[in-house]
């Protein structure tokens, strides 16, 4: 799915890096050798490569074009942020802007920047490189962030961590949200919080906590239809296979399961597009009741 259309609103997938492959146990510290060939079975090259048995994903964005506003769902990873121990998130060059461009979108045009969660690969077009400083790259956009999870960076920021990973998170706080915040740029929200509603669309923002603190999800209602944005709730096609599987950076696996299982729960063999952040392939689908369980029906195009 590179547009969706839902009425009136029009819904692009941005991609800022289209194959990002990982060792499955660098992603899912859990997984088997068996989940991993059964995956690969099930879900083909696109997301489990037949060479070597990694995973692959994609960072993508999305950006939401409603008749009289702009908004931008997560900002991806960004160029020259200085990630030394998080390397998967290191010194990125890529033409995220141009991509943006081509849809017609420049950063003044953007109205309205949601955060999911505030970790690398989520906010880091939140500010480029600028004469040596980090300045905002969307100038007008008002940013929101859900206020448990900027409260969590920010604690960890103050914290002056020894821990590596730690402190590259606080260097996101640095370079990716501190100067929006000094711009006077940031909305900091309590959550459930409507970001839009008027007679075309209806923009919500709801807890869906576990992979962070005060992780969302960002669900859209359009044309009598829903789209619901998942940020890391999942992060790949074969955590439907086992929903207690645990990402490596969930901050509570145990919450972070129990989250997934609600949105499955919540959305399967329903109308509702699901619009995953790191899914890669076509990306968008729709989550449908399977053996028990769940899975991932894309949409073609």
């Known amino acids: 799915m590179r547009t969706l259309e839902l009425g009136p609103v029009t819904v692009h997938r941005v991609i800022e890096l289209e194959r990002w492959p990982f060792a499955p146990a660098e992603m899912f510290p859990g997984i088997t050798e068996e989940q991993v060939r059964t995956?690969?079975?099930?879900?083909?090259?696109?997301?489990?490569?037949?060479?070597?048995?990694?995973?692959?994903?994609?960072?993508q964005t999305y950006v939401i074009r409603l008749p009289h506003a702009t908004v931008l769902v997560d900002t991806g990873n960004g160029n020259d942020k200085p990630r030394p121990t998080l390397r998967a998130h290191h010194m990125f060059r890529t033409g995220y802007l141009d991509r943006l461009g081509d849809l017609g979108i420049a950063p003044d045009d953007v109205d309205v920047v949601i955060s999911t969660h505030l970790h690398p690969d989520h906010c880091g077009w939140n500010t480029r490189l600028s004469g040596g400083a980090w300045v905002p790259?969307?100038?007008?956009?008002?940013?929101?962030?859900?206020?448990?999870?900027?409260?969590?960076?920010?604690?960890?920021?103050?914290?002056?961590?020894?821990?590596?990973?730690?402190?590259?998170?606080?260097?996101?706080?640095?370079?990716?949200?501190?100067?929006?915040?000094?711009?006077?740029?940031?909305?900091v929200v309590d959550t459930p919080h409507t970001v839009w509603s008027d007679d075309d669309a209806r923009i919500t923002v709801r807890d869906a906590p576990g992979h962070t603190p005060g992780h969302v999800v960002v669900e859209l209602d359009a044309g009598g239809r829903r789209a619901v944005f998942t940020g890391d709730v999942i992060h790949h096609p074969l955590q439907f296979?086992?929903?207690?599987l645990a990402q490596a950076g969930d901050h509570d696996p145990g919450l972070a399961a129990r989250t997934r299982r609600e949105l499955c729960e919540a959305y399967a063999d329903r109308d509702v597009?699901?619009?995953?952040?790191?899914?890669?392939?076509?990306?968008?689908?729709?989550?449908?009741?399977?053996?028990?369980?769940?899975?991932?029906?894309?949409?073609?195009?």
């Open 39 to 59: 995956a690969g079975r099930a879900l083909g090259a696109e997301h489990i490569d037949p060479r070597d048995g990694q995973i692959v994903m994609s960072i």
């Open 241 to 244: 296979a086992d929903l207690d």
């Open 273 to 301: 597009v699901i619009l995953p952040a790191h899914f890669a392939g076509p990306g968008a689908g729709m989550i449908v009741r399977a053996s028990g369980g769940y899975r991932f029906d894309w949409l073609e195009g």
């Open 137 to 187: 790259t969307f100038p007008r956009a008002r940013h929101l962030f859900p206020r448990a999870e900027l409260d969590h960076l920010a604690a960890i920021h103050r914290a002056g961590p020894g821990d590596a990973v730690a402190a590259d998170l606080a260097r996101t706080f640095e370079d990716s949200v501190r100067p929006v915040l000094d711009a006077g740029r940031a909305a």
